[in-house]
């Protein structure tokens, strides 16, 4: 069975930093585009960055390039997304999820084309 375990979420102030964790299991990790998208109360749930092994460029949500970096150790099947210069928008619920590339040479970046799922991780950023 897939399984995808996030941790990492938690309270910070502004200008704060946190790392979120997403351990995979269940499949072939080289062969699946892994990301976290999040969803803030009353909005849709967006893509935030997305990584995948054979793809050489991550994709990043235009608000948080240049303060988070999507990073995989292969080794330990665990994807991470270190945040810093963390804002009060960037408060949701952070989910990590995976899709199976089927040779594609691209990033999906649409939550209806991820197939599995973990639970969420709270983020929440004080003013």
């Known amino acids: 069975d897939v399984q995808l375990q996030a941790s990492g979420g938690g309270l910070v102030q502004a200008g704060g930093s946190l790392r979120l964790s997403c351990a995979a299991s269940?499949?072939?990790?080289?062969?699946?585009?892994i990301g976290w998208f999040r969803q803030a109360p009353g909005k849709e749930r967006e893509g935030v960055s997305i990584?995948?092994?054979?793809?050489?460029?991550?994709y990043y949500l235009e608000s948080v390039k240049g303060r988070f970096t999507i990073s995989s150790d292969n080794a330990k099947n665990t994807v991470y997304l270190q945040m810093n210069s963390l804002k009060p928008e960037d408060t949701a619920v952070y989910y990590c999820?995976?899709?199976?590339?089927?040779?594609?040479?691209?990033?999906?970046?649409?939550?209806?084309?991820?197939?599995?799922w973990g639970k969420g991780t709270q983020v929440t950023v004080s003013s």
């Open positions: 999820a995976a899709t199976n590339l089927n040779g594609g040479t691209w990033i999906p970046k649409g939550r209806n084309m991820y197939d599995y």
């Open positions: 269940g499949f072939t990790f080289d062969d699946y585009a």
């Open positions: 990584i995948a092994s054979s793809i050489s460029r991550p």
